[in-house]
């Protein structure tokens, strides 16, 4: 059985300038949870419930948005016992109001959380006894980001093997989450689970040259670089270092700049 995953659509045109993720497997899990998917699009079929329903796979409107919740509660949960914890996510909006929220407390709680978000974000970073743990930044450059990724600590300071590492084809928000069907992949596969956490999300965390960070009141100001010269595009990157997926020991020489430790960015 062979799948094929992805974060955006096949869209010929949007393909030449979206940045977007991929995955072809033959999980067998996954190729049945494809099934179930396509079945409830397709036919007169109930939605798979979670569990016995679906394998690996979570959907909305079914169980996408509560997995996510799930997920932000444990890092909470864990940072209240002084245990390792963190969020990485990225995306196109954040507007889902039950999402943010569960955000709010997560940071409250002590996890750091850094969100990639080209477009849309109603949630307020670095608000005092609120969001003081969080920060937000917007790429905006030479291609249109779309990828949706997000990565959990789950025990151990991002990135690390440890982590629990998805893609997806959802933004954070009510029509997405709650009216459409789209799918959250687990990314299971050592190679690509590194691929997607150290060097996409990292270079995207890393990115100096077209960032925009987000303030507390929403504006946004544009990243100086301290050195212009050296300064490290995500997208210059991503011209200079294709997918590593399938290069083993390439990837030791190809990854972007290490992390500097600051809220929310671990080395």
């Given at each position: 059985?062979y799948t094929?995953?992805?974060?955006?659509?096949?869209?010929?045109?949007?393909?030449r300038?979206?940045?977007?993720?991929?995955?072809?497997?033959?999980?067998?899990?996954?190729?049945?949870?494809?099934?179930?998917?396509f079945?409830?699009?397709?036919?007169y079929?109930?939605p798979?419930?979670?569990?016995?329903?679906?394998e690996?796979?979570?959907?909305?409107?079914?169980?996408l948005?509560?997995t996510?919740?799930?997920?932000?509660?444990?890092?909470?949960?864990a940072a209240?016992?002084g245990?390792?914890?963190?969020i990485?996510?990225?995306?196109?909006?954040l507007?889902?109001g039950e999402?943010?929220?569960s955000l709010y407390k997560a940071?409250?709680a002590?996890v750091?959380?850094?969100l990639v978000?080209?477009g849309?974000?109603c949630?307020?970073?670095?608000l005092?006894g609120?969001?003081?743990?969080i920060?937000?930044?917007?790429?905006?450059?030479?291609?249109l980001?779309?990828s949706r990724i997000?990565?959990?600590?789950?025990?151990?300071?991002?990135?690390?093997?440890a982590?629990?590492?998805?893609i997806s084809?959802?933004?954070?928000m009510?029509r997405?989450?709650?009216?459409?069907v789209?799918?959250?992949?687990?990314?299971?596969?050592?190679t690509?689970?590194?691929?997607?956490m150290?060097?996409?999300?990292?270079?995207?965390?890393?990115?100096?040259k077209?960032s925009?960070m987000m303030?507390?009141?929403?504006?946004?100001?544009?990243?100086?670089?301290?050195?212009p010269?050296r300064?490290?595009?995500?997208?210059?990157y991503f011209?200079?270092?294709?997918?590593?997926?399938?290069?083993?020991?390439?990837l030791?020489?190809?990854?972007?700049?290490?992390?500097?430790?600051?809220?929310?960015?671990q080395?």
């Open positions: 059985t094929h995953y992805g974060t955006g659509n096949y869209h010929p045109i949007n393909a300038i979206y940045t977007d993720l991929s995955l072809f497997t033959a999980d067998e899990a996954l190729g049945r949870d494809a099934n179930r998917l079945n409830f699009v397709t036919a079929r109930d798979p419930e979670v569990g016995p329903g679906l690996k796979l979570s959907m909305s409107p079914v169980s948005k509560q996510l919740i799930t997920m932000i509660e444990a890092e909470a949960a209240k016992k245990e390792p914890s963190g990485w996510a990225k995306m196109n909006s507007v889902d999402v943010i929220d940071s409250q002590g750091p959380i850094v978000v080209r849309i974000c949630l307020r970073p670095g005092p609120l969001s003081d743990n920060t937000v930044k917007s790429i905006v450059g030479r291609f980001e779309h997000v990565c959990f600590a789950n025990g151990k300071q991002l990135p690390s093997p982590a629990k590492v998805f084809s959802a933004d954070w009510p997405n989450l709650n009216r459409r789209e799918a959250l992949v687990p990314i299971e596969n050592p690509v689970h590194r691929q997607v150290n060097q996409i999300m990292v270079a995207n965390l890393n990115d100096e077209q925009w303030r507390e009141d929403g504006a946004y100001l544009r990243v100086k670089p301290q050195a010269t300064a490290f595009s995500a997208h210059v011209m200079d270092n294709p997918s590593l997926s399938g290069r083993g020991s390439a030791e020489v190809s990854l972007p700049p290490r992390l500097q430790p600051k809220k929310g960015l080395s």
